[in-house]
């Protein structure tokens, strides 16, 4: 099952992105949030008016996914960047794919022209995963992030929804 998230959800959420924030560079935030900041992000979408879900099997929150605006300037107000992160043990379940589907689908129902999502390189999984929804690459930053001692290049893929 898929739905708008609650602040409930936020212990597993916290969960969830830590493990990424503290094991991978698929973030490249360094230091641990806690239940409050994840409030905090969650109030903040919401005050966009955009989208945030989460997926639940047997009652637990398994990965989650939302939108947040691209860039502050008012001509951006059509796009957004995109996001989805899975519990460690969901990852290859489909899990990403049904709530990147779903968030896609919510975001065609609102003025929103443009979705980017932003892909730590090399993950051969979140490429597959982008273009299996339809993005399209149309970035790529290198050497632009610095996290475990390593220089990091980033993807940007991008979906256009033609109104």
């Given at each position: 099952?898929?739905?708008p998230v609650t602040e409930q959800d936020a212990d597993t959420?916290?969960?969830?992105?830590?493990h990424y924030i503290q094991n991978s560079t698929a973030t490249f935030e360094e230091?641990?949030?806690d239940k409050n900041n994840i409030i905090e992000r969650i109030h903040k979408v919401n005050k966009a008016d955009l989208p945030w879900l989460v997926a639940i099997n047997k009652g637990v929150v398994v990965g989650y996914a939302y939108a947040t605006p691209w860039k502050d300037r008012s001509a951006y107000r059509y796009s957004v960047e995109s996001t989805v992160y899975c519990a460690p043990k969901n990852i290859g379940q489909g899990w990403g794919f049904q709530l990147y589907d779903a968030l896609l689908t919510e975001l065609r129902r609102l003025p929103i022209h443009s979705v980017l999502g932003g892909i730590t390189l090399p993950n051969p999984a979140s490429v597959s995963?982008?273009?299996k929804l339809g993005m399209r690459k149309v970035a790529h930053f290198e050497k632009i992030g610095f996290k475990f001692d390593q220089w990091l290049d980033?993807?940007?893929w991008q979906i256009t929804f033609h109104r």
């Open positions: 099952m898929i739905r959420i916290t969960d969830i992105y830590n230091k641990s949030v995963l982008h273009e980033t993807g940007y």
